[in-house]
């Protein structure tokens, strides 16, 4: 479990394919303090560090993981977000955050609004009943609030302090971001559904 606030950025020193799966050696900050078998969120997919090394430690994404995500397109030299899994006696800055990546986003919009940054996604419309005006969402493990909602689409900004310590200012035009919806809301809509009419 997360909060979707990000601790640091990763880079990706290496890319094997082993079989239907992917294994990624990510160098960052915070690898000295993590222990295998840890949870780590990686741009919001929760993953299992295998081994570590130094500054470094490496993880697998299965098929599973890569066809749901953008992981299968990660190359060496790329930067992700990393966040370790909550501290239950913390705060819950974000909101609830599981690391399981409902879908792509691609983004369709960037404004530079001169002390901020206002982003604007399209998202499968399958899924247009998890986003709410307000709401919040899981960006490439990023817990923002979306606005501007209509059907498959939503904006976000981003303050300053976030657009500098997370990858968002490799977003551009057409750069796909994993999105998790939130939690409650995706069993509100599953028991809304499971109602019959009366």
Known sequence: MFTGIIEGIGNIESVEKNGSNKTFWINSSISRELKVDQSVSHNGVCLTVEDIKENSYRVTAIEETL????????????????????????RLDGHIVQGHVDAIAVCIEKQDLKGSWQFRFQFPPQFSKLVIE???????????????????????????????????????????????????????????DKIPLV
Request: proline share 1%; with cysteine; net charge negative.
């Open 134 to 192: 307000k709401g919040s969402i899981a960006m490439n493990g990023i817990s923002l609030t979306v606005f501007d909602v209509d059907m498959n689409k939503f904006s976000v900004a981003i303050i300053p302090y976030t657009f500098q310590h997370t990858n968002m200012k490799h977003v551009f035009v057409g750069t796909t971001v994993n999105i998790e919806f939130d939690m409650i809301g995706k069993y509100v809509v599953k028991m809304m």
């Open 67 to 90: 066809a749901k995500s953008n992981l299968g397109n990660w190359q060496e030299g790329d930067e992700v977000n990393l966040e370790r899994c909550m501290v239950m006696n913390g």
